[in-house]
């Protein structure tokens, strides 16, 4: 008895709700947020300081 609710069950899946779920093709990407997220990298870069720049060596010949 359990064997054919499973089989109904597998089919309903396979028919329904695979189908229903599985994208085809990608989506589109959302242009505000696409321009939010490179507000935020660009900030994030700017306030990372260079630290080669602000380094000094010094060596004493002796």
Known sequence: MSKVY???????????????????????????YRQAEQTIVRARRAEVPNLADDTLLGFAAG
């Open 6 to 32: 499973l089989h109904k069950l597998d089919v309903f899946a396979e028919k329904t709700l695979i189908p229903e779920f599985t994208r085809r093709r990608l989506r589109g990407r959302n242009q505000e």
